[in-house]
């Protein structure tokens, strides 16, 4: 993926989250209808940027893979089972049992 693309998507995730603690600041200032959009746009960009990290993992090499998922299992940032979830098993957990509200 491109830089821009990813940007594009951070961008929005970022959006996604300040409008949360904009709700959390102030819930009153919210319909629910809004407050439930919010929750779904926070699940909906963070599932995006995972996706995105993953398709572009598989487009690497095999023996890349291996030592970026090593590399990044060694980091300390998240866990070694999180990073193996979300780069090569069925995702990040938590977005494989969330649905968005209605």
């Not at 959390?24 to 995105?52: F, G, Q, R």
């Not at 572009?56 to 893979?65: G, K, N």
């Not at 300390?76 to 209605?102: I, K, N």
Request: hydrophobic share 40%; glycine share 2%; net charge negative.
């Amino acid at each position: 993926m491109n830089e821009a693309k990813m940007n594009e998507l951070t961008q929005a995730e970022d959006m996604a989250y300040f409008r949360a603690d904009l709700c959390c600041y102030s819930p009153e200032s919210y319909t629910l209808e809004e407050k439930k959009e919010i929750c779904n746009d926070m699940m909906a960009t963070s599932k995006a940027v995972l996706d995105a990290m993953r398709e572009d993992f598989e487009q690497l090499p095999p023996d890349a893979r291996a030592k970026l998922l090593d590399m990044l299992c060694a980091s300390g940032v998240e866990s070694p089972q999180w990073w193996w979830d979300v780069l090569v098993g069925d995702g990040d957990p938590l977005y494989r049992e969330l649905e968005p509200l209605s």
